[in-house]
């Protein structure tokens, strides 16, 4: 008989600080006026770009973005700085991510009735990790006192559906009967505070998700996973260089394309057909058409992302109970976003409904998992 495997708890932490739109503005202009009044000779001789200003109203319209949650606020708003101040830990010391790891795992063992000796692996899936090793996982799995085995995956926006696919493979296949997976997106580091147009995208945050067989599972909200599915292609449009070969590269940790950056509109015209594509072949395997689906917990990268994607799929907007949006308050949260919209959007669905969760991004890189309530 093959073995059912259910999403049995999920875990949201966020940080204690936010900045809204507003403030970021403030010091994204004046940083601006600052930068422009100290190369007013090149900007006039037409050897450096001035810096346009930006407003509140620019960054909502474009994304849907109100507000973030920072993790140390201390620093992105100082126009000298334009980076926030993260204290460097000794190495015997619990590390940040890891410390933002476990705030949600603690969160998702309760909501599964989990303790740390029903768990045997630990997949920590994230945009960024902030060292190449020791695994970040493994870190999280020693402080939480479970036992067996960790390990990291990168795979950008996209890393938490792809971490639950391979935590679904392993209570599918038996050789694991509970694995944790945890999203803490650290995303403010790579965020240029000085570009107008990436600036506001990303907001920090941990989620966690256990996944475990349906016979041992024993919380009051759980699904069923019926399937996974997964694409890459690869694109430069979403790219960031940052890496252990950057200083052989001589190249400047400040330099621009260290950072994240993208081609925007170019993003928007590929992946929003190629998502809407994937989503609806991956419910018709299941013998459901969109009209089928109760929940569309999507990537939370950009609003009109999320509204083209679902017209595609419904051939209307959808209303924010079948497809909530969680970016208005969290920003861009890189893999985090479509767990965030599950975490604060699953208990109200009854006993036989269908819900998709789906991430897309750099790489280009798209999950999707078809669940049913149990």
């Not at 620093?75 to 830990?89: E, K, Q, S, T």
């Not at 795992?105 to 060292?131: E, F, G, L, S």
């Not at 394309?257 to 509109?265: M, V």
Request: net charge negative; aromatic share 8%; proline share 3%.
């Amino acid at each position: 008989m093959s073995q059912s495997v259910v999403i049995s708890g999920t875990g949201l932490w966020k940080p204690e600080s936010t900045i809204t739109n507003e403030e970021l503005v403030a010091s994204y202009n004046a940083y601006a006026d600052k930068y422009n009044d100290e190369n007013a000779v090149a900007i006039e001789a037409g050897t450096v770009v001035a810096k346009p200003h930006s407003s509140a109203g620019f960054i909502q319209k474009a994304s849907g973005i109100k507000s973030r949650y920072i993790y140390k606020k201390e620093g992105a708003l100082d126009i000298n700085r334009m980076m926030p101040i993260i204290p460097a830990r000794p190495e015997t010391a619990l590390s940040d991510q890891a410390e933002m790891a476990i705030h949600a795992a603690k969160k998702a063992m309760a909501a599964a009735n989990k303790t740390a000796a029903d768990i045997d692996v630990v997949i920590v899936a994230c945009a960024y990790t902030q060292r190449s090793y020791p695994a970040i996982a493994i870190e999280v799995q020693g402080e939480l006192g479970i036992e067996g085995y960790g390990f990291d995956m990168l795979v950008a926006c996209s890393a938490a559906t792809f971490g639950l696919h391979r935590a679904y493979e392993m209570v599918k296949a038996e050789t694991a009967n509970c694995v944790m997976v945890i999203n803490p997106e650290l995303t403010s580091p790579q965020v240029n505070y000085t570009d107008r147009d990436s600036h506001f995208i990303f907001g920090d945050v941990s989620v966690a998700t256990i996944i475990e067989k349906a016979e041992t599972a024993s919380a009051d909200h759980t699904y069923e996973i019926l399937s996974t599915k997964a694409l890459t292609q690869f694109s430069n449009n979403i790219r960031s260089n940052f890496g252990y070969v950057m200083n052989a590269n001589n190249a400047s940790p400040l330099a621009a394309d260290q950072y994240f950056h993208q081609q925007g509109r170019k993003v928007f015209k590929e992946v929003c057909p190629m998502a809407a594509k994937h989503i609806g072949n991956h419910i018709q395997k299941h013998g459901l058409g969109p009209s089928d689906i109760k929940r569309w917990w999507l990537h939370q990268a950009n609003i009109n992302m999320n509204k083209l994607i679902c017209k595609l799929l419904l051939d209307r907007q959808p209303s924010q109970e079948e497809a909530p949006i969680v970016l208005d308050e969290f920003a861009n949260t890189a893999s985090a976003g479509s767990l965030i919209a599950f975490n604060m959007y699953n208990e109200d669905l009854e006993s036989g409904d269908y819900g998709i969760i789906c991430s897309f991004g750099a790489g280009y890189s798209i999950g999707s998992l078809v669940v049913r309530k149990k």
